[in-house]
């Protein structure tokens, strides 16, 4: 009897953290500088303080932090996990954009949605909305920065070039393939692998946590592909079957959306061969489920996809992503076990929120 | 290098017919025609003796404005040899001509040939936005930029245009409407803006012309790094 009424007002907590109405409304349809990304951070982590707490886990080359959103259910356990990232390449503004409806997204859909609610509990998503801050924030400051894709450190002594492409700097085959060692390129891979304190960043953090994640998705655009590893012409994913096959299933969930066709396949095969990429490197880690989503369009206004399509286009990738996600989760967490969990865990959600409206 | 039957979705079928694409819009594009690769259905590569490779390709492309698709079928010629030289395109498709721009072409033609006072800039801006009453001259660089992309490609870079940073219009001459453009490419294989000034005309009858090209150095106030191996 004491032990249902404990669980019962633990349930009711949690619920009440979950029902917190939103304060001003976030245009997630426009495109928004830094400084507002991270107050909308921090007003995320406030409204949903049940779910969701902020994580500095670097600082960039200009000493910025960089921080990533964790959102699950606090079990008090060690949990499975699914990290995206947005932002690596400052010019493409669709990702930033996408990282935060998805995580708008993720925290409406636990209200209502069973299947939602159990990933939540099984797993924590780790989203960081900007990784490369300062090429971001360069890319906010006038006309001419506009389609600057690098992050922001200094060539090596003697150039005059500002960057290293932060998906060329992991290490993984590094600078072996589809880079250049001018630091002037777009493509400058660095002066050695994880030159850059923004890969860094992601390589300890994920690195010491690497037997945790479930999926890694890396977020660019434009392009409207999926990519799956490797890079490099010459290696081949030890799952590459099962990676195409999910692949293949997340372009049609995208293609049901509004109709746009996202091709799948190896980056040698669809796009170029490339070395150093962070998806490389999340694979290389033995994190099954890596994925480089290149979103809209096809060229047509490329790296400056007008905002009237912010909406549709994260409407389709997040069905993408969803899929990859939940069938990663579903492989790890058995299926005729997380339904009876499901179920139960949404009859106990339904109790607490019915309390919560009775109060 | 993929020889014979190509998979459509792969880049090397995918680059040869974006260059196709840029050929059709230097042929047919105008301020209110410019054509997009939609799909690729079939490819086939092959080395041609001393000449070079030739792709023969089926496609769809799009038409911007009026979202018509149209099949086409092409053939692309890289030539060989150690100067980059460009591309030779064929390319026959069903229904192109049949898209009918007169009217808007003509009005656009008489309002600026009457006062030729055209100044605009970032078409898109960072947002993606055009004005609509500069949407036709953001068209109209799309099909100058396609000589541009045309001349420059090879099996081994994808074009797109980027950006008019900025056009303004010259004395019209010879009754055709000139300007000036700067425009900004995006290469995708090595992922560098590239910064070009054209010299276009245009007229309903006359098409899209580009009378002078200049590429411009990426970075004015930036030195050339010495080179690293």
């Known amino acids: 009897m004491i032990n249902s009424v404990g669980l019962g007002f633990v349930v009711l907590l949690s619920a009440m953290g979950a029902a917190t109405i939103e304060r001003a409304e976030y245009d997630y349809y426009r495109y928004h500088p830094m400084p ?28 910025r932090t960089i921080s990533l959103l964790k959102i699950g259910l606090n079990t008090g356990e060690k949990k499975k996990a699914i990290w995206m990232d947005c932002g690596i390449h400052a010019r493409e503004w669709i990702a930033p954009a996408f990282c935060q409806y998805f995580v708008k997204q993720i925290l409406q859909s636990y209200q209502t949605d069973p299947k939602m609610q159990e990933m939540m509990k099984n797993m924590d998503f780790y989203v960081t909305p900007v990784l490369n801050v300062d ?36 290490d993984a085959n590094w600078g072996t393939v589809g880079v250049s060692f001018n630091c002037c390129s777009n493509i400058y891979c660095g ?46 994913a030890s799952n590459y079957d099962e990676l195409m096959k999910v692949g293949l299933a997340a372009a049609d969930a995208i293609k049901k959306v509004h109709g746009k066709n996202y091709t799948v396949g190896t980056s040698p095969d669809i796009l170029y ?44 990738a997040y069905q993408g992503a969803l899929h990859i996600i939940t069938h990663a989760h579903d492989k790890t967490f058995s299926s005729a076990v997380a339904t009876a969990a499901a179920t139960l865990w949404t009859m106990l959600v339904a109790v607490g929120v019915t309390c919560a409206t009775q109060m | 290098m993929a020889t014979g039957k190509l998979n459509p979705n792969h880049y090397p079928a995918q680059r040869a017919a974006k260059v196709v694409q840029h050929y059709l819009n230097t042929r047919y594009g105008s301020p209110y025609r410019v054509f997009f690769l939609h799909r690729v259905h079939s490819g086939n590569a092959e080395d041609v003796a001393d000449s070079g490779r030739k792709y023969q390709l089926e496609i769809s492309v799009q038409d911007l404005i009026s979202t018509n698709t149209e099949k086409c079928s092409a053939e692309v010629l890289f030539p060989g040899g150690e100067q980059q030289r460009s591309p030779h395109v064929q390319a026959s498709c069903e229904e192109l001509r049949k898209i009918d721009t007169k009217a808007q072409e003509e009005a656009l033609y008489q309002q600026y040939k009457t006062n030729p006072s055209l100044l605009a800039a970032h ?32 099996e081994n870079t994808l074009f797109n245009m980027a950006q008019v940073a900025n056009v303004t219009q010259l004395a019209t001459e010879n009754d055709q409407l000139r300007f000036d453009y700067h425009i900004l490419l995006h290469e995708m294989v090595s ?3 590239i910064h070009w000034k054209l010299q276009v005309s245009w007229s309903p009858s006359g098409g899209v012309k580009v009378l002078q090209m200049e590429q411009l150095p990426h970075c004015h106030h930036c030195e050339k790094p010495p080179n690293t191996n």
């Open chain 2, 191 to 193: 992922q560098d803006i």
């Open chain 1, 36 to 63: 507002e990304i991270f107050k909308w951070m921090l007003q995320i982590a406030e409204d949903h303080s049940d779910l969701v707490t902020i994580v500095n886990y670097g600082l960039s080359y200009e000493m």
């Open chain 1, 191 to 236: 002066s050695k692998p994880v030159s850059e304190p923004e890969a860094q960043a992601v390589a300890d953090f994920v690195g010491r946590r690497k037997d945790d994640f479930l999926c890694f998705l890396t977020i660019h655009s434009y392009g409207q592909l999926l990519l799956v590893p490797y890079g490099h012409p010459n290696f081949t």
């Open chain 1, 135 to 170: 090429g971001y924030i360069y890319s906010w400051k006038d006309n001419t920065t506009r389609l600057w894709r690098k992050n922001r450190s200094p060539g090596p002594s003697g150039c005059d070039c500002y960057g290293t492409d932060l998906n060329r700097n992991f």
């Open chain 2, 123 to 154: 078409l898109p801006d960072s947002y993606g936005h055009i004005n609509p009453e500069m949407k036709p001259f953001w068209h109209l660089g799309a099909v100058a930029s396609s000589f541009i992309m045309l001349n420059e490609s090879t």
């Open chain 1, 273 to 316: 061969p490339n070395s150093g990429s962070s998806r490389d490197w999340a694979r290389m880690q033995g994190i099954p489920f890596t994925y480089t989503f290149e979103l809209r369009d096809d060229g047509t206004f490329g790296f400056k996809l007008p905002e009237n399509q912010i909406q549709p286009t994260c409407e389709e």
